[in-house]
Nanobody, 113 residues
Framework: QVRLVESGGGLVQAGGSLRLSCVAS????????MGWYHQAPGKQREPVAT???????GYADSVKGRFTISRDNAKSTVYLQMNSLKPEDTAVYSC???????WGQGTQVTVSS
């Protein structure tokens, strides 16, 4: 059974930083691209950042230069370093294993102005 567990969310002031983690189990983590997505209240879930099995990354325009996605295959973990946070970054952040389309339960990030 595939399981993804996110952590690291919380409340932070604008301009602050958070580091999200997503630990995967029950899947071939190293061979799959991974992604972080967010869903703000009343809005659809949107991609934030992706990373391939080879380490190539992609970002939404709204987070380029502020967020960094990385992965540690030995720990089956994908990270999202979020810097210079803005109130509009407030959302539930979820990770996804692209192969098989598995999702975590999400972690809340709230940025106060």
């Amino acid at each position: 059974q595939v399981r993804l567990v996110e952590s690291g969310g919380g409340l932070v002031q604008a301009g602050g930083s958070l580091r999200l983690s997503c630990v995967a189990s029950g899947t071939v983590f190293g061979s799959s691209a991974m992604g972080w997505y967010h869903q703000a209240p009343g809005k659809q879930r949107e991609p934030v950042a992706t990373i391939t099995s080879g380490g190539s990354t992609g970002y939404a325009d709204s987070v380029k230069g502020r967020f960094t996605i990385s992965r540690d295959n030995a720990k089956s973990t994908v990270y999202l370093q979020m810097n210079s946070l803005k109130p509009e970054d407030t959302a539930v952040y979820s990770c996804r294993v692209i192969i098989g389309n598995f999702w975590g339960q999400g972690t809340q990030v709230t940025v106060s102005s």
